[in-house]
């Protein structure tokens, strides 16, 4: 069964620092997402990219963070100046299509800024 | 985007059939009703889809009333590894919207031997 493949699983970064998450959504799926989960919370939605732009984002996806399609494979969140709290699990999905069918979950990047 | 509601927890037996009910009594004509699972630090999962009656597939059973003001998520003879968050989402398919998905509080399911 095809998968989307986050790295790191676990990162560990220093408040004020930089980081790039990174996924690889399954090849033939179109459009690609970014959700967060904080500990003990519901899952969030941070933005959503399709044909090379970002389609929607929420009030969460502010200044501090930026997506990038850098290569036909490879699809990354950036987040600037991490604060204590950014940390939470993301996740990044892939589907063929617009809305809930098909939908495919990576298993998530957890983040830890101390 | 409709709003859901769907009890908090749930507890049930190995063997057990598994009923979760979802009400969605805002749910518009042209809204799908997706069920997403859940297991601790992995990303949601996606179970099922249907848009009225019932639909079936080899993890569970949707039913979907004429209304369609509820859904119920049929699990049956669930075992431990069935222990999970399940989510109820209700949406349209092509709302332009970006596809985003609104996940709610779900619903913590415990199998116990």
């Known amino acids: 069964e095809p998968e989307v493949t986050q790295t790191p699983s676990h990162q560990v970064t220093q408040m004020g620092q930089e980081v790039i998450l990174r996924c690889v959504p399954i090849s033939n799926h179109l459009y690609f997402y970014w959700y967060r989960q904080i500990l003990g919370q519901k899952v969030e939605f941070l933005v959503s990219?399709?044909?090379?732009?970002?389609?929607?984002k929420s009030e969460i996806f502010d200044d501090q963070f930026s997506v990038e399609r850098p290569d036909g494979s490879n699809f990354t969140l950036k987040i600037r100046s991490t604060k204590l709290e950014d940390s939470a699990m993301y996740f990044c999905a892939s589907s063929e299509r617009e809305y809930g069918y098909g939908y495919t979950f990576g298993s998530g990047t957890r983040l830890t800024v101390v | 985007l409709a709003k859901t509601t769907q009890p908090i927890s749930m507890d049930s037996y190995e063997g057990q059939e598994v009923n979760i009910t979802c009400s969605h009594n805002?749910?518009?004509?042209?809204?799908?009703i997706t069920w997403y699972q859940q297991f601790p630090s992995q990303g949601p999962r996606f179970i099922i889809q249907g848009y009225k009656t019932k639909v079936t597939n080899e993890v569970a059973s949707l039913f979907i009333p004429a209304d369609r003001k509820s859904s119920t998520l049929s699990l049956p003879r669930v075992s431990l590894s069935d222990t999970a968050v399940y989510y109820c989402l209700v949406g349209d398919i092509g709302d332009n919207q970006g596809g985003k998905l609104i996940f709610g509080q779900g619903t913590e399911l415990s199998v116990k031997p």
């Open positions: 990219f399709y044909n090379n732009e970002i389609s929607e």
């Open positions: 805002n749910i518009a004509t042209n809204d799908y």
